[in-house]
């Protein structure tokens, strides 16, 4: 319980305007983080969840610390992570499900960025993303979303490319016709 009283307070303070780059950039909090979110437990307890929320504070908060995870190799960490999670559910509202959406939301604000799109391209975040809109289950509404940030703007132009290369047109187009099929025969 201490190390979820730690980082209770650090989540507090991170929540100071100057303080989220301090607490990530300045310290070695980012890559204690990064090892603490990668324990491998039997299941996960609160602090690895604590730990995965903070991590996505602290990058939601400040560009210095998502160049930081980078170039760490925290958006790779994350997609090893999530990739447990392709074909396979944590159970509803546990600690795992809460670890899971945090863990996505520190690649979605990784993916905006272009070091993070590069990062994502390297790993094959986007073959991970549309195996996951294809098995996933949970999964898929925020494997969509982290691609929707990735394709964006003016640098996603290799990750549309790199999408369209792997036939992930298809996968998301059927998925929408499928939406539109079921919406169709509900009225």
Same mark, same amino acid.
């Given at each position: 319980?201490?190390? *979820?009283?730690?980082?209770?307070?650090?989540?507090?303070?991170?929540?100071?305007?100057?303080? =989220?780059?301090?607490? @990530?950039?300045?310290?070695?909090?980012?890559?204690?983080?990064?090892?603490?979110?990668?324990?491998? #437990?039997?299941?996960?307890?609160?602090?690895?969840? *604590?730990?995965?929320?903070?991590?996505?504070?602290?990058?939601?908060?400040?560009?210095?610390?998502?160049?930081?995870?980078?170039?760490? !190799?925290?958006?790779?960490?994350?997609?090893?992570?999530?990739?447990?999670?392709?074909?396979?559910? =944590?159970?509803?509202?546990?600690?795992?499900?809460?670890?899971?959406?945090?863990?996505?939301? %520190?690649?979605? %604000?990784?993916?905006?960025?272009?070091?993070?799109?590069?990062?994502?391209?390297?790993?094959? @975040?986007?073959?991970? %993303?549309?195996?996951?809109?294809?098995? @996933?289950?949970?999964?898929?509404?925020?494997?969509?979303?982290?691609?929707?940030?990735?394709? !964006? !703007? =003016?640098?996603?132009?290799?990750?549309?490319?790199?999408?369209? #290369?792997?036939? @992930?047109?298809?996968?998301?187009? !059927?998925?929408?016709?499928?939406?539109?099929?079921?919406?169709?025969?509900?009225?």
């Amino acid at each position: 319980t201490g190390v *979820y009283h730690v980082l209770s307070l650090v989540e507090n303070l991170s929540s100071q305007a100057d303080l =989220p780059e301090r607490i @990530g950039y300045k310290s070695n909090m980012l890559e204690w983080l990064i090892r603490r979110v990668q324990v491998n #437990e039997v299941r996960v307890e609160q602090n690895k969840q *604590y730990s995965a929320e903070l991590l996505a504070i602290l990058l939601q908060s400040s560009q210095s610390n998502r160049d930081q995870f980078a170039e760490m !190799g925290g958006v790779d960490v994350t997609l090893q992570l999530l990739s447990a999670y392709r074909k396979k559910d =944590p159970e509803k509202d546990t600690d795992e499900e809460e670890f899971v959406e945090n863990v996505f939301d %520190c690649l979605t %604000c990784m993916v905006d960025d272009d070091i993070g799109k590069e990062k994502f391209l390297e790993a094959e @975040g986007v073959e991970l %993303c549309q195996i996951m809109l294809r098995e @996933g289950k949970m999964s898929k509404s925020r494997a969509l979303r982290v691609l929707d940030h990735a394709l !964006g !703007g =003016p640098t996603g132009t290799s990750a549309c490319e790199r999408l369209v #290369e792997t036939a @992930g047109l298809k996968t998301i187009f !059927g998925m929408f016709m499928k939406r539109q099929e079921k919406e169709t025969t509900e009225h």
